[in-house]
């Protein structure tokens, strides 16, 4: 086989890999937005905060020290230990189940029956408060995230490939990363497991009935607040899955919440009530990105991802206004 | 007492429709105009206008161009600095493409520019609608402002990538440059914000405004009452990218003079300007500069408090101020969804029956 060939799959893999990671973070989106018709944007600074969070209980940081240290003149910053990986996001978990908490009794629970554009700024808002907050409690220099996930390339597959290219022919097998391999295998086990979840117990049919009409779920007896606080604490969790997978490859920083920005054309292409759409449509950006930007990238000067993504979803939407997968869109007069 | 329209007699039917139609609004909006021209200009320092008030009236125009697609048109836009962007660097271009040129045309041409490329954009909100559309407005947003990275064109093949505003007077008065004085600076935006928000006003209370207003409120209904979609929804996305388009000219020539085209426009801006709007109220031209000076002035505040008064490192203060900024748009939206202006509404409600309250 050519060399231009296999390169060409090497970028397709590549991208499908880069795909499922913008997947499990479109998940997040998905799951809020069915349950509660809110289009939460906050999802990317939750996954940086979750990031933070881990990290921050991992190496014994403080929290808040540096406006401890501000207010009182004192030297603060770690408390000296270590708390292994496991621990630590099981705490990061209770953190974000109680953020789930806090977000429902404090701004959810007051701007019920508003318009969704309202909530839309609500969490946008979250966002921007999120940030402050996290960059206050933990610090806002990059952090280095290790939870034992495996990392670097693939020798093992690199070893098996390298007999397919032509001899001489400059190709050295497919370079995939470690991460991303778990990354992929992490995302097909949490769709399973959501899949399964909302499926066969009686809290995922609350969540399906509660996504379908808000009033119908009421009148039959499911509290919307409850189903509220645990669909918040299901975003949360797979924001500390996302932060834990994206902070592992690129280290916890500020950028981190920008993956956000990249999960919302996955969102428009998949459409944003399909749990299978987020993953298709992720795939799909991925794969078209890392495409777009081996061949034609370098005839326009380079770093198309930053756009490529939103136009491709723009050129899908116009001709399916609801996504792939999206519930088709009825309007009544 | 003196705040309704009792005494105030209608004659005639021109009367009948003026925009403040109780005396006291009238007199006040004279008295702030007649201020805002006469006195302001004699009593600014550099100070007060780079940090305060030319921020506060560029940031309006883009606060009342938003206001117009979101709080009229219910298109919901998150392009803002994308579209800033592309007046910016119209308003560069033509500045060096054509010296002799009044810097005056450059800022309304480059508007006219903004408002055929927003045109552009706004064309698949004739297909999308609701979320769909506001994030595929940040396709505009991403796209623009990689595209004015990557060719060189933009940026006259400048070393750095940066574009500088070169000087330019009005009536031998420098409004851009560095020499520019407080005065002219704010005196020139000043007259774009007066003739704008004009504009505006007139245009919103006006057939056009009544047809936006229709689609916003139900798309379908409009159309079947005989709004064309297509009209009322492209004329929406010109006229508000022109507004945007100016405050982005102005932006770059006369506040900044030195432009980076990611860190000045980017998503951030797009977000600040969209606050601007819904803390200011949607579908109000007042709100829209209320919106645009609490915004500008509480960093202005905060950072004065925390890092002047209370000497705190400024990175804690920044921190602190994200979290100010999202804590209130939240308490905004959940003690008054509504916005600055409706607040303002009630508060002249009240005034009206005061001091009877019934």
Not at chain 2, 17 to 40: C, E, H, M, S, W
Request: with cysteine; hydrophobic share 55%.
């Amino acid at each position: 086989m050519s060399a231009d060939f296999l390169y060409t799959l090497e970028v397709i893999l590549n991208g499908l890999m880069a795909g499922v990671m913008y997947s499990l973070v479109a998940l997040g989106f998905v799951l809020i937005y069915k349950a509660s018709g809110i289009f939460n944007y906050a999802q990317g600074v939750m996954a940086l905060f979750a990031a933070m969070t881990l990290v921050g209980i991992q190496t014994g940081q403080v929290p808040f020290s540096h406006l401890i240290n501000a207010i009182f003149g004192t030297e603060v910053h770690h408390f000296g230990w270590t708390v292994p990986a496991v621990f630590a996001i099981i705490l990061t978990l209770g953190v974000m189940i109680l953020f789930a908490f806090i977000v429902e009794r404090y701004v959810l629970k007051h701007l019920v029956n508003q318009e969704p554009i309202i909530l839309f700024m609500a969490t946008i808002g979250l966002a921007y408060f999120m940030e402050g907050f996290g960059d206050l409690m933990w610090g806002a220099d990059i952090k280095t995230l290790d939870v034992g996930i495996p990392s670097g390339a693939s020798v093992w597959l690199e070893d098996a490939t390298i007999g397919w290219g032509v001899e001489g022919g400059g190709f050295y097998g497919f370079y995939i990363d470690k991460l991303d391999m778990v990354a992929a295998v992490v995302a097909i086990v949490l769709v399973v497991t959501l899949t399964l979840f909302s499926q066969y117990t009686t809290t995922g049919r609350a969540l399906r009935a509660v996504a379908d009409d808000h009033q119908a779920a009421l009148s039959v007896g499911i509290s919307l607040r409850t189903i509220w606080v645990i669909v918040w604490s299901i975003a949360g969790f797979v924001a500390l899955v996302a932060g834990v997978m994206w902070g592992s490859k690129s280290g916890v920083q500020f950028s981190l919440s920008l993956i956000a920005l990249k999960a919302l054309p996955v969102l428009m292409l998949g459409g944003f009530t399909s749990i299978p759409g987020a993953i298709v449509g992720g795939l799909i950006i991925g794969v078209g990105e890392k495409l777009f930007e081996f061949w034609v990238g370098p005839l326009i000067g380079g770093a198309t991802e930053n756009w490529f993504a939103y136009m491709l979803a723009l050129l899908f939407l116009v001709f399916r206004p609801q996504g792939l997968f999206g519930e088709k869109i009825i309007e009544r007069v | 007492m003196f705040y309704r329209e009792s005494g105030d007699f209608k004659t005639k039917y021109v009367d009948d429709n003026q925009t403040f139609p109780i005396k006291l609004d009238r007199l006040g909006y004279y008295a702030i105009i007649a201020i805002a021209f006469l006195v302001v200009p004699f009593v600014i320092n550099d100070y007060w206008a780079n940090a305060v008030m030319v921020p506060f009236l560029i940031l309006s125009i883009a606060a009342i161009g938003l206001n117009i697609l979101i709080g009229y048109c219910g298109q919901v836009s998150l392009g803002t600095g994308g579209f800033m962007a592309v007046g910016a660097y119209a308003c560069y271009k033509l500045m060096t493409s054509f010296p002799e040129m009044s810097i005056f045309f450059c800022v309304l041409i480059s508007g006219g520019i903004t408002a055929l490329v927003g045109v552009l954009f706004g064309l698949p909100s004739l297909r999308i609608k609701g979320f769909y559309l506001a994030v595929a407005t940040l396709a505009a947003q991403f796209f623009l402002v990689w595209l004015f990275n990557k060719v060189p064109w933009f940026y006259n093949y400048s070393a750095s990538g940066q574009i500088n505003a070169p000087e330019r007077a009005v009536f031998d008065f420098l409004v851009t440059g560095p020499n520019a004085t407080a005065a002219s600076k704010y005196l020139f935006c000043l007259v774009f914000v007066f003739i704008l928000a004009w504009i505006a006003r007139n245009l919103t209370r006006g057939r056009v405004g009544r047809s936006w207003m229709a689609i916003r409120d139900m798309d379908i209904a409009a159309e079947i009452i005989g709004v064309n979609p297509l009209k009322t929804k492209l004329s929406a996305f010109a006229v508000s990218s022109f507004f945007i388009g100016i405050a982005g000219a102005l932006f770059f020539s006369v506040y900044l003079g030195a432009v980076e085209v990611g860190e000045a426009f980017g998503i951030t801006q797009s977000f600040l300007v969209l606050f601007m709007v819904i803390i200011g109220g949607l579908g109000s031209i007042f709100g829209s500069f209320a919106g645009a000076a609490f915004l500008v002035l509480m960093p202005v505040f905060l950072k004065n408090v925390m890092v002047g008064g209370l000497g705190w490192p400024t990175d804690i203060a920044a921190h602190l101020e994200f979290v100010i900024v999202g804590g209130l748009i939240v308490f905004f939206l959940i003690v008054e969804p509504h916005g600055l202006a409706q607040l303002w509404r009630l508060a002249k409600e009240k005034l009206r029956l005061w001091p009877f309250p019934h």
